[in-house]
C-alpha cells in the first residue's frame, strides 16, 4: 500500500513572517492525519527557519532545485549535499519551469537526479506535458520520454528511492485542474511504463499529481488508484486550503 504524500512547491514567495505564520498553521492539521505523509518545500533562504519550526513536527521538509554539483565554481547555486545540514528529505527535480524558465533539458534533470540520490536525499521527479503536446495526444510520448531519459543514466533501481510528479504544465497555475480520469489515464501509462522493466518498483513508486491541486478537487484525485498524493502550488500558501488537501488524503 502506497502513503498518500501531500507535497507543497511554495515556488518563490514567502517571508520570515510568513514561513511562520503558515507552519504554525499547518503543524495541527498535519498531526491530525497521521497516515499523511506532509511536505514543504520553501525557498531555500527559509530552510534554516523552516527546519527550527518543524523541529517538534512530522512535516518533512522539501528543497525546489538542486545543482548537479555538490560543491565548487557555481555562483548562485544551492546543492544537495548542503540541504543535508537542513534536515531536507525531499528535493524537486525536472519542475516545468526550471525545463522552461531555466532551459534544463533530460539529460540536465537526469545528472541533477543523480546528484540529489548521492546526497541521500530523496529526488521527486517532476514531469509533464504542455497544451500543445496535450493536444497533439503526445502526453505519453512525452511523460515516457521524460521518465527514459532518467532511468537510461541511473537505472530503473533508482526509482525505487524517488517519487515521481505528473504535472500537466497546460494545469500549472492556470486553474484547469486534469479531471481524476485524465490524470488517472497518465498515472497507470506511467506505472505501466515503469513494471516493464521492474514491476516492484513500479507498484511500489508513489506517483504525485500536480496542476492546480486544491481543497475541492484533492479528494476526487486521490481517489484514483494510481494517484498517490498531490504536488501543490498555490493552495500551499492558504494554510486552510493546505489542510483541506491534506485532510482529503486521509
Ligand atoms: P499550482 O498548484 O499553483 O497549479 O502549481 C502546481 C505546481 O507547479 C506544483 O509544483
Not at 531555500?44 to 523541529?55: G, S
Not at 537526469?110 to 503536446?133: D, R, S, W
Not at 503526445?138 to 515521481?164: M, P, W
Request: with cysteine; charged share 15%; net charge negative.
Amino acid at each position: 500500500m502506497r502513503q498518500t504524500l501531500v507535497m507543497g512547491n511554495w515556488k518563490l514567495n514567502g517571508s520570515k513572517a510568513m514561513v511562520s505564520e503558515l507552519i504554525g498553521a499547518l503543524k495541527a492539521p498535519a498531526a491530525a492525519h497521521p497516515t499523511v505523509s506532509v511536505a514543504i518545500c520553501p525557498p531555500v533562504l527559509f530552510l534554516d527557519q523552516a527546519q527550527q519550526l518543524l523541529a517538534d513536527s512530522a512535516i518533512a521538509l522539501g528543497a525546489q532545485d538542486a545543482d548537479l554539483h555538490s560543491s565548487g565554481a557555481f555562483t548562485g547555486e544551492n546543492s544537495a549535499v548542503m540541504y543535508q545540514e537542513f534536515g531536507v528529505r525531499y528535493v524537486l527535480v525536472g519542475h516545468s519551469e526550471r525545463r522552461t524558465l531555466h532551459q534544463e533539458d533530460d539529460a540536465t534533470v537526469a545528472a541533477k537526479f543523480a546528484a540529489i540520490q548521492a546526497a541521500n536525499l530523496v529526488p521527486v521527479l517532476c514531469i509533464g506535458e504542455t497544451l500543445a503536446q496535450f493536444e497533439a495526444n503526445e502526453t505519453q510520448a512525452v511523460v515516457e520520454r521524460q521518465l527514459a531519459a532518467v532511468i537510461e543514466s541511473n537505472g530503473i533501481n533508482a526509482l525505487a528511492k524517488a517519487v515521481i510528479a505528473y504535472e500537466p504544465v497546460w494545469a500549472i497555475g492556470t486553474g484547469k485542474t486534469a479531471t481524476p480520469e485524465i490524470a488517472q489515464t497518465v498515472h497507470s501509462q506511467i506505472r505501466q511504463f515503469l513494471a516493464k522493466q521492474d514491476a516492484d518498483i513500479a507498484a511500489k513508486v508513489q506517483i504525485l499529481y500536480g496542476g492546480s491541486v486544491n481543497g475541492a478537487s484533492a479528494a476526487g484525485l486521490f481517489a484514483m488508484a494510481d494517484i498517490d498524493g498531490a504536488l501543490v502550488g498555490g493552495a500551499a500558501l492558504k494554510a486552510d486550503e493546505f489542510a483541506a488537501i491534506i485532510s482529503a488524503g486521509a
